[in-house]
Structure formats: C-alpha cells, structure tokens
Nanobody, 121 residues
Framework: QVQLVESGGGLVQPGGSLRLSCAASGSIGSINVMGWYRQAPGKERELVATITSGGSTNYADSVKGRFTISRDNAKNTMYLQMNSLKPEDTAVYYC???????????????WGQGTQVTVSS
C-alpha cells in the first residue's frame, strides 16, 4: 500500500505565499517523477509542475517564475513553494507520483487526496 498525503493549503491574499507538501508513505521501492496538478471549479485538471528523481523540473507557463517545485528524496517528500499568488491560482492542488511498489516491483501512478488553495482578498 502506498499513500500520498498533501498539506499546506489554505486561504491567502493576492500576492501572498503558500508552501504545499506531499509526503509519500508505505511500500515504496523507488519514486520516479513527481508532480503537482490543480483543478479549478468547472475546469479540467492541469499540470502545474513536475520534478524527476534527479531534480530536473518543468513548469506550466502560468506559474513560471512564481512557483518552485522541489523534493527531498530521503524523506520521500515533495514541495511546492507558491509566491505572488493570484486569484486564478485558486484550485484544489493534487500531488502525483510514479512509484515502484516494493511489494511487487510494479510501477504505478498514485494521487493524493488534494488540498484546497484559495487566493482572495
């Protein structure tokens, strides 16, 4: 069993900052690509940023220069530092990870339960 648990969401004013965390636990053999996605009301889920096990990153154009993705491989944890937040960043943020399960050595994609980020004055 593998779980991804997000934390750090909340209500913030425009221009403010939040830091999201995603902790993986359970039968983890190895973690490959990890990523953050978000889904606003009435919209499809979209990619925010990804990071490989080696630290290579990729960002959606809408968050470049404002968001920073990082990970601590020793802690099986990924972070998303969000600065200069805008109302249009309001969404449920989900973490995603490609994980090789140590029980059966199959690689699967896992999702967290999501954390709400609301940017409003």
């Amino acid at each position: 069993q593998v779980q991804l648990v997000e934390s750090g969401g909340g209500l913030v004013q425009p221009g403010g900052s939040l830091r999201l965390s995603c902790a993986a636990s359970g039968s983890i053999g190895s973690i490959n690509v990890m990523g953050w996605y978000r889904q606003a009301p009435g919209k499809e889920r979209e990619l925010v940023a990804t990071i490989t096990s080696g630290g290579s990153t990729n960002y959606a154009d809408s968050v470049k220069g404002r968001f920073t993705i990082s990970r601590d491989n020793a802690k099986n944890t990924m972070y998303l530092q969000m600065n200069s937040l805008k109302p249009e960043d309001t969404a449920v943020y989900y973490c995603n990870a490609a994980i090789v399960n140590s029980d059966d050595y199959y690689r699967r994609t896992y999702w967290g339960q999501g954390t709400q980020v609301t940017v409003s004055s």
